[in-house]
């Protein structure tokens, strides 16, 4: 199993790492400190998780024990939806810069195609919005390159981006994007945008890799599908072990998230199997572009964005 992704200076990223969306502050820190002392050097973050200021202190402490030092580290984070426009790019990373008590980000990523006016957490009317003719991508482009330049960060990239989206922004880029952060698991592979990617040498990270819980209601579970139990079995690995090995070796790197320690060591000894050609055909299969996080949250009366505009437009 490859380990790494390599980017366009030859840096490379871990291709699993640790996801931070949704772990309360409280069990945060303990996931972090527990994932790096057991191996994981790949840390997702968030300004949006409200989460940093604890992912912070964990990495100060595994750093401060001589666990990992600083390089050793492969740390992301994200611009939210409140601070697009070039101006706000740089005092938000500050803030993110200062919560995770580090002096640079190894890749800062535009979280979210959807500008929101400043100080909105999460909108609920159509006022809460900015549309992008107003506050366009190419914009907020120019804030993180401008952020690249200053050292803040190793790599720039974005998220949630369709090939529109980043079409947009490289027609005008002086620093062409290096990352796009999607949902991608079996039952929503990506294929059109993974060949956009790669001819672009844009890489890949797919978030929700292991269909993410989130919708407690829905009847569609992915580790609960028959054929990725039938290959677990057959390999003696986990249902999320298969899900996670499946999307690494089509050479997109995973986030999964976790707060518990066994689950954390479980995804992390996903690296140490490999899936066969016939597991991984009878995988691909499984596509039925269904999205965990379905991106409706965006959704308001007479709003700027629907959920199709966001995927598709
Ligand atoms: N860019 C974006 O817009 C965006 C959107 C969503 C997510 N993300 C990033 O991607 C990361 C992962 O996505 P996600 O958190 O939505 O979903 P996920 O990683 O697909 O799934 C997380 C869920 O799976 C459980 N889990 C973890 N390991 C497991 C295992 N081995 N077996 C069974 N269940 C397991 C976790 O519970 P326990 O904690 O109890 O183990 C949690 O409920 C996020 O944390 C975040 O960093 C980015």
């Not at 998780?49 to 666990?67: D, H, P, R, S, T």
Request: charged residues 20%; contains cysteine; hydrophobic residues 40%.
């Amino acid at each position: 199993m490859v380990t790494t992704l390599k980017f366009r200076n030859n840096d490379e990223m871990p291709i699993l790492g640790l996801g931070t969306f949704r772990s309360e502050p409280n069990e945060v820190y303990n996931a972090v400190f527990f994932a790096i002392k057991m191996g994981y050097r790949h840390i997702d973050c968030a300004a949006a998780y409200g989460n940093e200021k604890e992912v912070g202190k964990a990495i100060a402490e595994a750093i401060k024990q001589g666990l990992v030092t600083r390089e050793d580290l492969w740390v992301t984070s994200k611009l939210w939806n409140a601070s697009h426009g070039e101006e706000n790019v740089i005092p938000a990373l500050h803030q993110t810069l200062e919560d995770l008590q580090l002096n640079y980000l190894d890749l800062y990523l535009i979280h979210w195609p959807v500008a929101l006016k400043k100080g909105t957490e999460m909108p609920e009317r159509a006022s809460d919005f900015v549309p992008l003719s107003e506050v366009p991508l190419t914009n907020t482009w120019k804030g993180m390159e401008a952020a690249l330049e200053e050292g803040l960060t190793k790599h720039i990239g974005v998220s949630n981006f369709n090939e529109n989206h980043l079409k947009e922004i490289m027609a005008t880029a002086v620093h062409q994007p290096e990352m796009n952060q999607v949902e991608i698991h079996p039952f929503l592979q990506q294929e059109a945008l993974q060949s956009f990617c790669v001819q672009n040498d844009i890489l890949l990270t797919a978030y929700a890799p292991l269909g993410s819980l989130v919708d407690e209601n829905s009847t569609l579970r992915l580790l609960e599908n028959d054929t990725i139990k039938t290959i677990a079995e057959a390999r003696h690995m986990s249902p999320a072990q298969v899900a996670l090995a499946y999307t690494m070796q089509r050479g997109i790197a995973v986030i999964p998230k976790s707060i518990n320690e066994a689950r954390l060591l479980q995804n992390l000894e996903t690296l140490n199997h490999t899936l066969t050609e016939e597991d991984m055909a009878m995988l691909k299969d499984l596509d039925q572009e269904h999205r965990f996080i379905d991106g409706k949250f965006w959704e308001v009366d007479n709003g700027p964005y629907t959920a199709d505009s966001i995927w598709n437009a």
